[in-house]
């Protein structure tokens, strides 16, 4: 037999063989096939892994950087609000200072104005007691009231012997006050001056301002109160403080207010014999010299 025959035999015996062949070929393809698949899936897999990670940390950086940011404002709303704070302590411990201050002038304005009120009621004591004078405090003013009669004759603008020595005891007290401006009004009630009069006092403007005039002059030049700190001012019948329909009341009308305020620098004026004089127009000489008669 010869070689090609048995080769032909040995074929023809195992036909198996190719198909072997091609199954490990299958096989061996797909393997790779297979291990070329798991290896992108498993690269894939890691890229996305790492792209993952990179977005957490992207993540992480916003949110820490958003954090920072976050505490800077707080710290620099906190700085702010610190400084605020001790801009205002400064600014309350200033208006205590103030304040204190303020409390302590008060305290001694009060105890000097109950000083000169207790000295206006002792020198005054007799006429209170009668009811001539009438003597107030309120807000930091002092006011002493008296009846014309005590210091002038019926319809008269000239100071009476009784008034002079009565102003003389008032004098001494306003003498000794050194920050009050004091005003001297003049009041009268709603009858107008009798037909002898009118030449000398048209009205009762002209009749109160001149007994207001008149007695500040007399504080200035008898009682020794600095004319810078005396005001001379008329009324009329303008002002009542009690009704016109009854004697009482008349009387009450007919008065000369003298009202201690609290000083203005700013407003005060040279010192002059007569400061101001209100009563619808400037007092006169003319109108301040003694008129006798009766009103």
């Not at 002002?239 to 009341?249: E, F, I």
């Amino acid at each position: 037999m010869t070689e090609s025959t048995q080769h032909g035999q040995a074929q023809h015996g195992r036909p198996w063989v190719p198909w072997l062949v091609t199954a490990l070929v299958v096989l061996m393809s797909g393997g790779v096939m297979y291990l070329a698949h798991r290896g992108t899936s498993q690269a894939e897999a890691l890229a996305e892994q790492s792209r993952q990670s990179a977005v957490e940390a992207a993540t992480r950086a916003r949110d820490a950087e958003a954090a920072r940011l976050q505490l800077e404002q707080k710290l620099a709303a906190l700085e702010a609000e610190r400084a605020q704070l001790a801009t205002e302590k400064e600014r309350l411990s200033t208006e205590k200072e103030q304040l204190s201050q303020t409390v302590q002038e008060q305290e001694a304005e009060l105890a000097k104005l109950k000083a000169t009120y207790d000295d206006l009621q002792d020198k005054m004591k007799a006429e209170i007691a009668e009811g001539a004078i009438r003597l107030s405090q309120v807000e930091g003013r002092i006011q002493v009231d008296l009846v014309d009669k005590v210091l002038f004759d019926s319809g008269d603008a000239s100071i009476s012997a009784r008034g002079q020595e009565v102003l003389t005891r008032l004098g001494s007290v306003l003498a000794k006050v050194e920050d009050k401006s004091i005003q001297v009004s003049g009041h009268t009630d709603d009858s107008p001056p009798s037909q002898k009069l009118q030449s000398t006092f048209p009205s009762n403007w002209e009749l109160s301002v001149a007994r207001a005039v008149n007695v500040v002059r007399f504080l200035q030049d008898t009682g020794g109160v600095p004319a810078r700190r005396l005001v001379a001012a008329g009324y009329g019948q303008m002002r009542p403080v009690s009704t016109n329909a009854t004697p009482l009341g008349r009387a009450r009308n007919r008065r000369i207010e003298v009202l201690l305020m609290p000083d203005l620098p700013s407003k005060r004026t040279p010192a002059a014999a007569v400061q101001r004089a209100v009563a619808g127009g400037t007092a006169t000489k003319a109108q301040a010299k003694p008129a006798r008669g009766a009103k």
